[in-house]
């Protein structure tokens, strides 16, 4: 015999018999976990801003689902959270793979989360292939920080288009700052564009670097060093500070050669091992400054308007490129004018200007 229960049926003698609760709390959660749209956006925007974790991962969940119903609701919680978000610092870091953007985001992570920030990991990762094992944001990459209660990771979107990828990391950083994160870090590896689609939504870009043997502004691409705000020589630790420390000169000389940055901001240049755990908090009182020095000039609330204004911009391009293209007929018409153009019977500007008078 259960003498749990026959002493808490005791109990209840005086108020008769106990009623069970009509609405199973437990199997209505297991449902709402299944179909996250059966919650209001009213339900979600409340846990995200409660600090509800597995809420603002449905939400998240949902701002990656190319379902148009689950598209058309993220909008409405995105909206939602809007007038919530904007308060933390997005910062975005850098470096070929095996620079240390892991351990670095590890060793950051742990020293801000022990000085009371809350922080959100996202990464952009358009060529992640899950079999190179170099998933970023991969949970087991950052041990520590994956169960640190103040600490929110969340792997990369699964690969699409970059403009993709960045429209879903932009979302997901509205619905993290909502839900109260102020530090967000966005991890990318150093292949194509994704480097400047991070840069696009970032208030500081943080450039991991290793010193190399031969020439140090080998292997990296002139246009990235003129993005970063900071660079920082990982790895700083053992035998090879010495040439850390021979390659942090060549790259603040370097730097010396770049026009000044629209910011008013002189990217720094400067060691740490992320290993070691060593110049992690020298990075933070950079980025520190550069928070001060930008928003004494305004420029850091400005850099955030243009980022939205260049958003809109380009998602009306898209959008239209997309209707434009996806009309049978222009594709028909495109396809006769093509050939017209190269035979050279035509120019391709009058033929330009023919399609688009077709979409009148
Ligand atoms: P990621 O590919 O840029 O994310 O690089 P990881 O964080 O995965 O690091 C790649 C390798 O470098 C790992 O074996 C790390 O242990 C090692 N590593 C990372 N940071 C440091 C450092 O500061 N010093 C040393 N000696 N090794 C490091």
């Not at 259960?2 to 199997?27: C, R, W």
């Not at 979600?44 to 689902?65: C, D, P, Q």
């Amino acid at each position: 015999m259960n003498l749990k229960k026959e002493f808490k049926s005791a109990l209840n003698v005086m108020n008769g018999i106990e009623q069970p609760d009509p609405v199973n709390a437990d199997a209505l959660r297991k449902l709402k976990a299944k179909r996250p749209l059966s919650l209001s956006t009213e339900e979600f925007v409340h846990g995200i801003r409660s600090g509800n974790r597995t809420i603002l991962s449905k939400a998240i969940t949902m701002v990656e689902s190319s379902l148009h119903s689950h598209q058309q609701k993220a909008q409405d919680i995105i909206n939602a959270c809007l007038p919530y978000s904007g308060k933390s610092i997005r910062i975005g870091i850098t470096g070929v793979p095996g620079v240390g953007k892991s351990t670095f985001i590890e060793a950051l992570g742990m020293f801000l989360t022990s000085h009371d920030h809350q922080i959100a990991v996202l990464a952009i990762d358009p060529s992640s292939t899950r079999s190179k094992g170099s998933i970023l944001g991969d949970k087991t990459r950052m041990e520590e920080l994956a169960v640190n209660a103040q600490a929110y990771i969340r792997p990369s979107p699964s690969a699409g288009s970059l403009g993709g990828v960045a429209r879903k990391t932009r979302e997901t950083i509205i619905l993290c700052e909502a839900a109260g994160f102020d530090v967000i870090l966005v991890e990318t590896v150093g292949v194509g564009q994704s480097e400047t689609t991070v840069r696009s939504m970032v208030d500081f870009f943080l450039l991991l670097m290793l010193a190399g043997a031969g020439d140090e502004l080998q292997g990296i691409k002139r246009g990235i060093m003129e993005m970063a705000d900071a660079i920082f020589i990982n790895k700083a630790d053992g035998d090879n500070v010495n040439k850390a420390k021979a390659a942090m000169i060549e790259y603040k000389n370097a730097l010396h050669l770049y026009p000044p940055a629209e910011s008013g901001w002189n990217p720094v240049v400067d060691l740490c091992s992320a290993q070691a755990r060593t110049g992690i908090e020298t990075v933070w009182t950079y980025i520190e400054n550069y928070r001060e020095t930008t928003k004494a000039s305004g420029f850091f609330e400005h850099q955030r308007k243009e980022q939205f204004r260049q958003v809109l911009t380009e998602t009306i391009d898209q959008a239209i490129k997309h209707d434009f293209y996806g009309r049978k007929d222009i594709a028909q018409a495109l396809a006769f004018y093509e050939k017209e153009v190269i035979a050279g019977n035509i120019s391709p500007y009058t033929a330009a200007a023919m399609l688009l008078e077709k979409n009148k």
